[in-house]
């Protein structure tokens, strides 16, 4: 009931002797993630204790995934080193990186999406929450105690509304949400999301968040349109930005009646999507299509 992560995933963690790495890894073993190894070259051959579980850290990715097992890393570094920890990743053959990092250049973000992407290496970000398999493991920085596991299959530019909907929703429960990230340029879009929810039979429900600027949604919609038959609810941040302004991400860039949320929310509805025009009132969109369609929602 998973896409992306399950409980059988082995993490380790770049970065995990830093401060955000140790606050954040003890968050995911606390979650139920089997994080099997951190990664710092100056701290090889220590051991972090997380309360009942010891960390050993190497000095490399490939040494620590020939002495774990490791397929998924998640990465806690500074802007700076972000490229060149991805690319390192990336050589060592890890199949997933969750690139939790915010402020990083666009242009380290073009290089190493592109090579991880020729690696065969999914990335998932930069500047993102990460993701999570409710009750089973969670990489990155999600809360896991906000919701359970079920059957909706949640993607998000907003790391905020990410925990916005999994909160409003979790009587119903969710099979995996992923933060894809609001940067320009991401590893892994909507519709890689799409399509591994509707490839997914424990998934029966997609929940898509977009904010205004560029048309990674508009895109999303047509893929909607062709190739899934899941029902899909959206939501798109941005319906009261006021005009001229810049926004928080720095995705969220409009050009005239380009990537407005309007114009986003008539391509998804064009495409069979029901557009809440809130996150409460998408949570209660998606009570409503499940109850049509019968199955049990609890108040």
Known sequence: MAIYLTKESKVLVQGMTGGEGMKHTRRMLAAGTNVVAGVNPRKA????DFDDRAVP?????????EATGAD???VFVPPAFVRAAVIEAADAGIGLAVVITEGIPVHDSVAFTAYAKSKGTRIIGPNCPGLITPGQSNAGIIP???????????????????YQLMYELRDI???TCVGIGGDPVVGTTHIDCLAAFQDDPDTDLIVLIGEIGGDAEERAAAYIREHVTKPVVGYIAGFTAPEGKTMGHAGAIVSG???TAQAKKKALEAAGVRVGSTPTETAQQVLAL????????HS
Do not use: Q, Y
């Open 45 to 48: 051959g220590r051991t972090v």
């Open 57 to 65: 850290v190497h000095g490399s990715v490939r040494e620590a995934m």
């Open 72 to 74: 998924v890393s998640v």
């Open 144 to 162: 896991a105690d906000i919701t359970k596991p079920g059957r909706i299959g949640l993607v998000s530019k907003s790391g905020t509304l990410t």
């Open 173 to 175: 429960g969710f099979s």
């Open 257 to 259: 009646s380009s990537g």
């Open 290 to 297: 499940l109850a049509a369609e019968g199955d049990v929602v």
